[in-house]
């Protein structure tokens, strides 16, 4: 089966808002063995919408829309497909019950305008919507099934989780082959010196193909095959991955959804280690990307943003001639700052993050860019310098993957 997408919204097309829904469909309707062939953008038009509607019926068995199902004048979606269907819209009382609940839920006096989410195309389905107050639909015409979603990810993802991939199975061929994808994931080389140890892998043709994709310090391998079951495309995933980790070694830190702050905080408690972080330039992220990971108060004892030179001396202990000797982004600073963070915290790893994110600071010896990470245990200090490029956050953000995968290659190699 043929299914394309239209994503509905001025904001979209403005680039105000990322539209993501795309992507997280694609994906589901591949699992389920529906080709994809288009991907439509519309702004809140009823005369745009109501013929990107009729073009994409008239080419694919699917159309999914999503957004313009919300209580305002600019929310055309219900309307326009009603006009598509030649049906008119009919109030549901289920509705409009669970949307009274939701704002009673929440202390609010259910808004008068609300009331138009309650209405639905005559013949059609609804699907709850469990976080917000716009039902989703699906109708038929003329053997074609045209699906309605509301724009929100929070609100589409679970009404397609929970409803949405079962009812697409029923209208799939016994004979639809099953698309999956795994990720494996990469840090710390670029995405130059990546390809050359996978360059076999990224020729492969046929059911089964690799691709390789660079993000900030993060360089992926998507593994992408087709198959009659599910079965069968773990058993060719698997194949390939193995071929792959064997050339990437520890460079894969993870797959899929896993994020590096994930597993270096599954190694900490696996090791059952505790660590106190000392941070300049990153200002905190490190220990923020830590402490998004559930659990955290079981290893991240201890974090001090020293940002100044007065705070690396005051807080860190960090002596003012070894600063001035050195300077604040140096080797010597690094490894103290991680030193007396460790002591002061009396756990087991120290870790300091210290440099020069820019756009000024810099020197003729010292430019922008240049960072010092210490990781210090009872029995050993590690200190490497790097040189980042980019303007100020992706400085940052690169200075914190550093620091995470050196911890990562300690915890795991001690």
């Not at 989410?117 to 053997?143: F, M």
Request: glycine residues 8%; contains cysteine.
């Amino acid at each position: 089966m043929k299914a394309e997408i239209i994503n509905i919204g001025t904001e979209i097309l403005l680039g105000h808002i990322v539209n993501t829904n795309s992507a997280y469909l694609s994906r589901k309707l591949a699992e389920v063995g529906i080709d994809i062939y288009y991907h439509t953008t519309v702004g809140d038009n009823l005369l745009r919408l109501y013929a990107a509607i009729q073009r994409a019926l008239g080419r694919s068995d699917i159309v999914i829309t999503t957004g313009g199902l919300g209580p305002t004048v600019d929310d055309i979606t219900l309307k326009t497909i009603a006009r598509v269907l030649d049906k008119k819209l009919i109030y549901k009382d289920q509705i409009w019950q669970r949307i009274e609940d939701h704002f009673k839920k929440r202390h609010i006096k259910t808004p008068k305008n609300n009331l138009r989410q309650a209405y639905i195309p005559q013949g059609s389905r609804w699907l709850k919507n469990g976080v917000g107050t716009a039902p989703g639909i699906i109708a038929k015409k003329n053997k074609k099934i045209l699906i309605a979603l509301p724009g929100p990810p929070l609100e589409l993802i679970p009404m397609v989780e929970r409803d949405m991939v079962t009812d697409l199975k029923k209208f799939t061929h016994k004979k639809s082959k099953v698309i999956k994808s795994k990720v494996l994931k990469t840090t710390g080389l670029a995405e130059s010196q990546v390809h050359p140890k996978i360059k076999k892998f990224l020729h492969m043709s046929g059911n089964t193909t690799a691709g390789i994709y660079a993000h900030p310090a993060q360089i992926d391998i998507k593994i992408t095959t087709k198959a009659k079951n599910e079965k069968e495309t773990k058993k060719n995933i698997s194949a390939v991955e193995k071929q792959i980790r064997k050339r990437l070694g520890d460079l894969i830190f993870g797959c899929d959804d896993e994020t590096l702050e994930a597993v270096v905080a599954g190694l900490l408690i696996k090791n059952n280690k505790t660590i106190a972080i000392a941070e300049s330039c990153t200002g905190g992220l490190l220990s923020n990307r830590l402490t998004d990971i559930p659990g955290s108060s079981n290893y991240l004892m201890h974090s001090i943003i020293a940002y100044s030179n007065k705070s690396k001396t005051q807080l860190l202990g960090v002596p003012e001639e070894i600063i001035k000797k050195y300077g604040a982004v140096s080797r010597q600073t690094a490894k103290l700052m991680a030193k007396n963070v460790k002591e002061l915290a009396n756990v087991d790893i120290g870790l300091s993050i210290t440099g020069i994110a820019g756009p000024s600071g810099e020197t003729k010896q010292k430019p922008v860019g240049l960072v010092y990470i210490a990781v210090v245990t009872k029995n050993k200090i590690i200190c490497k310098e790097f040189h980042f490029s980019g303007e100020r956050k992706l400085i940052k953000f690169r200075s914190s993957q550093a620091a995470l995968d050196m911890l990562r290659r300690h915890l795991l190699h001690g």
